[in-house]
């Protein structure tokens, strides 16, 4: 049977099967596989346990990797599961990984969501509102989807498939590393090439293939000093306050303008050259995607190409949240004995995320010096990823070029992105170079990490005939 011939059937039962596609999506959304809060464990654990009931319906032969444990809101726990799985095991056929993750980000109806966050609803616009609906769990069942679609139909699988599913991606991917390396030249050593879809499509419109990511590093800032909380009434104006050294030190790491104020910082970025900004000018991006998907117009910079850079190509640091300081409703004086802020600094090409952690606190244990305060601070980073590159003269990114225009009609946007997949360089350096792919299924406006996180319903289907696609234009083409 030839290629259109395939891909047609494939199209058509796709189509047919939207609610099937649906129906397994809400039932994994409404698990609550939160990886941050130590309370939720059992639903992580429930989440693998779900996708490995899949695995069985489909013959996906699969591993479980038990990671060991680690430290979390003061308790011991159990890491959560790694999923190994491989569908098919013929020499003559190029074998792809596939990976993703089945843990969520947390998300509670007062945080201002318009439905419950662990129930799907479809609005009137084909909207798919829950929490992990786009982040991660509609593109790693769309994989699936795509097996069992094949199988349906009676059709041969174009690849092998290895599939490398994790529940920490949210919290650190604690244990992922070694295990990659671990199994680089076992269960990885006859993989051509990896494909990641744990990203989004630049703007609403126009579908892009992903080839950079920023790293990541993320920071604790302890400020203590009284033995216990203490009344403002009684003790303000006669106590160095935590909080006040707290507010100081965050007012001296980035300006109201995203400028980052750590000395030093920039020394590594990269130079931007006339080669690297004429690649600009032909993305697809306006302003107005940016403020739909803010819900706002406050964007810093007045320009796309200015935007775009700072959000790709430019370090940035973001302030997140305290902990320790009184937040309820209501007006409690109270002077904080102990506040913990968290701030993170995305890193680009070619900072090193060592010499990130030593600028920052050797920086803010000098700003803190000169407050003369007797309260004592620690900083420490929690965890840090490098920034990746991949080449998109690779076959593997021609195959899914080939493959959005087989879908979508119209060729993708190359595009880098702000946020952080650690995992992507780890698989590239593990494997021995092999090329990695971001290939996203949702839209630049599916607030992943926010409130009201959703999935287009188009994007969904789309996606699983995207992803089937890829894979059949993989199979063909030429790697020399």
Known sequence: ??????????????????????????????????????????????????????????????????????????????????????????PNKKTILVYGHYDVQPALKEDGWNTDP?????DSQGRLFARG???????????LNVIEAYQKLGLEFPVNLKICFE????????????????EAKRYFKDVDCVTISDNYWLGTTKPCLTY??????????????????????????????PMTDLAHLFSKLVRPDGHILIPGIYDDVVELDETERNTYKTISFKHQELHDAIDSDNSIHENELDTLMHRWRHPSLSLHGLEGAF???????VIPAKVTGKFSIRTVPHMNPDQVTKLTTDYLEKEFAKLSSKNKMKVECIHAGKPWLSSTDHWNYVAAAKAVEKVFHVKPDLTREGGSIPVTLTFQEALGGKNVLLLPMGRGDDGAHSINEKLDRSNYINGVKLFGTYLQEIAHIKTE
């Not at 937040?327 to 004086?333: E, F, L, N, Q, Y």
Request: proline residues 3%.
């Open 327 to 333: 937040s309820a409703p209501g007006a409690k004086t």
């Open 133 to 143: 609906s786009t982040d991660d769990k509609g593109p790693i069942i769309g994989w």
């Open 118 to 122: 662990w129930e799907l609803v479809e």
């Open 1 to 90: 049977m030839s290629d259109s011939n395939v891909l047609e059937k494939f199209y058509k039962y796709v189509d047919e099967n939207q609610d099937h596609y649906i129906q397994r999506l809400r039932e994994a959304v409404a698990i609550p596989s939160v990886s941050c809060d130590a309370s939720y464990r059992k639903d992580v654990f429930r989440m693998g346990d779900w996708l490995i009931g899949i695995f069985k319906k489909l013959g996906i032969d699969y591993n479980v990797e038990d990671v060991g444990t680690h430290e979390l809101d003061g308790q011991t726990l159990e890491l959560p599961n790694i999923l190994l799985g491989s569908y098919g095991n013929d």
């Open 167 to 182: 529940g920490m991606e949210e919290s650190g991917s604690e244990g992922l590393d070694d295990l990659i390396i671990r």
């Open 212 to 241: 950079g990511l920023r790293g990541v590093s993320y920071f604790k800032l302890v400020i203590s000093g009284p033995g216990r909380d203490l009344h403002s009434g009684v003790f303000g104006g006669t106590v160095h306050e």
